[in-house]
């Protein structure tokens, strides 16, 4: 038998691309986004028989509908692009935090304690002060804890981080006990209610954007989104850090202590997400409880890898995902539908968004056509 017999080939073939141009890649994100639509309407139509307009003009209104949800909705996409922000340059370094959940909730509760202990005896400066440092210091330690385990002993970051978040969980739950509001309640309440001490808004504009606006946590969030973009990409760490992620055997060869990298991104990381932690208590539930972080954590990761680890990006999906959450509430009530399929609806769009990433970065060829070398 010969041993040069012939091997047929495929018909096809998924070739990587070098590069595809930026208005293209926009052109087919954008197609995407518009065939996700309208995939979204078929499936309305046959499954509900409603008409999809009403559906998708019913979401928007659940967004924008007044005043209220609009600025409830900018909140809540301010939050999710920070802790998308915060989770960015560890992934970036390939270190898997997937913490941000319990980083976020350790930083609330720091800030919570600090309401509680601090509010009767400390002017509203210091107080501010004491919240943000407490929160942000707590993050960094529990950013640390498995960047040192990780660093000097190489465990496995992404079980060390999901557990953080059940220690996390419990510490909350043990002092919802021991600060609750009412015996037996189990929770401990708004926090300063009478006095509001700790509390912050955005009252300092409330002639151009009334009092009832979010701006506050707009400044913060995006002057941070906009400082991560300029460490990650022209500062000598933000190098130090994607050759980490690329090579840490490369990064040993250029002289770059990998496991210094480690710790510092990781507390920076931890940092950030204690910041959210402080912002979510004291810009917008005013209390702590065990779902304050409210999956957040675990929301970001997509965010930040839909958003390319890019902030800009990040806040796009971050008010996609805000977006549609809202929409599908808003959904579920006015046109008496299940709250999944509306959530149905959200995994379809994602899916054709995930999908335009395929034709970004492959093709298809036809057997026998040139291929691309990866």
């Known amino acids: 038998m010969s041993s040069g017999?012939?091997?047929?080939?495929?018909?096809?073939?998924?070739?990587?691309?070098?590069?595809m141009p930026f208005l293209r890649r926009v052109l087919v994100r954008f197609l995407g986004v518009l065939c996700g639509i309208l995939a979204c309407g078929i499936m309305i139509l046959c499954f509900t028989g409603l008409n999809p307009a009403v559906v998708f003009t019913t979401m928007i209104d659940s967004n924008f509908g007044n005043l209220n949800t609009f600025w409830i909705t900018v909140r809540d996409t301010m939050i999710l692009l920070l802790v998308g922000v915060a989770l960015a340059p560890?992934?970036?370094?390939?270190?898997?935090?997937?913490?941000?959940?319990?980083?976020?909730?350790?930083?609330?509760?720091?800030?919570?304690a600090c309401m509680r202990l601090l509010a009767d005896s400390v002017s509203s400066p210091v107080l501010f002060v004491s919240m943000i440092a407490a929160s942000m210091l707590s993050g960094m330690i529990w950013g640390l804890i498995p960047a040192i385990f990780k660093a000097k002993w190489n465990t496995n970051e992404t079980l060390f981080t999901l557990m953080m978040n059940y220690i996390a969980i419990q510490i909350v739950s043990a002092f919802s006990i021991i600060w609750e509001a009412k015996k037996g309640s189990g929770s401990i309440g708004v926090i300063n209610l009478s006095t509001k001490a700790g509390w912050m808004n955005s009252a300092l504009l409330p002639d151009l954007l009334g009092k009832r606006n979010f701006m506050l946590h707009v400044i913060i969030v995006m002057v941070l989104a906009v400082l991560m973009f300029i460490y990650m990409r022209y500062?000598?760490?933000g190098y130090e850090i994607s050759v980490v992620g690329e090579s840490t055997n490369t990064a040993r060869y250029a002289g770059i202590d990998v496991n210094r990298v480690i710790l510092r991104t990781m507390m920076l990381s931890g940092a950030i997400c204690g910041l959210a932690g402080f912002i979510l208590v004291s810009g917008s539930s005013h209390t702590i409880s065990t779902v304050t972080a409210d999956s957040r954590g675990f929301t970001a990761i997509i965010v930040a890898w839909l958003g390319k680890l890019n902030p800009f990006y990040m806040l796009l999906i971050s008010f996609f995902l805000i977006f549609m959450d809202y929409g599908a509430m808003g959904v579920a009530t006015a046109c008496r539908l299940n709250e999944s399929f509306s959530d149905i609806i959200t995994g379809v769009l994602l899916f054709f968004i995930l999908g335009c990433e395929f034709f970004i970065n492959y093709r298809i060829v036809k057997r026998g056509h040139h291929r691309e070398v990866a």
């Open 5 to 19: 017999k012939n091997v047929r080939e495929p018909l096809f073939h998924i070739v990587r691309r070098r590069n």
């Open 90 to 112: 560890a992934f970036r370094m390939r270190f898997w935090n997937v913490g941000g959940e319990g980083q976020i909730l350790i930083g609330g509760f720091a800030t919570a």
């Open 235 to 237: 500062t000598k760490h």
